[in-house]
Nanobody
Framework: QAQLVESGGGLVQVGGSLTLSCATS????????TGWYRQAPGKEREVVAV???????NYPDAVKGRFGMFRDNAKNTVTLQMSSLQPEDTAVYYC??????????????????WGQGTQVTVSS
């Protein structure tokens, strides 16, 4: 059974940094494109970062240059390093894994596997 478990969320001040981690199990990790998404209250879920199995990353303009996604194929984990955080980054952040590599283009997938989410709050 596939399982994705996020950790590392919390409260941080404007301009601060935070690192999220996602531990996966029950999937052949090497075959999955992985991503991070977020959803703020009253808003739709949006992509934050996506990485293919080859390690190619894609970021939306809103986080480009501030966020970095990494994957460790030996540990079946992905991380999201976030810096220069702003109040608009406040959201629940979700880890995702999908065999469909087209998620790299940024659409929020309807299938695949999701973690339970972790709250990130940026206070001013």
């Amino acid at each position: 059974q596939a399982q994705l478990v996020e950790s590392g969320g919390g409260l941080v001040q404007v301009g601060g940094s935070l690192t999220l981690s996602c531990a996966t199990s029950g999937i052949d990790f090497d075959l999955f494109t992985t991503g991070w998404y977020r959803q703020a209250p009253g808003k739709e879920r949006e992509v934050v970062a996506v990485m293919t199995t080859a390690g190619n990353t894609n970021y939306p303009d809103a986080v480009k240059g501030r966020f970095g996604m990494f994957r460790d194929n030996a540990k079946n984990t992905v991380t999201l390093q976030m810096s220069s955080l702003q109040p608009e980054d406040t959201a629940v952040y979700y880890c995702h894994a999908n065999v469909d590599s087209s998620i790299w283009y940024g659409n929020v997938p309807r299938n695949g596997y999701w973690g339970q989410g972790t709250q990130v709050t940026v206070s001013s």
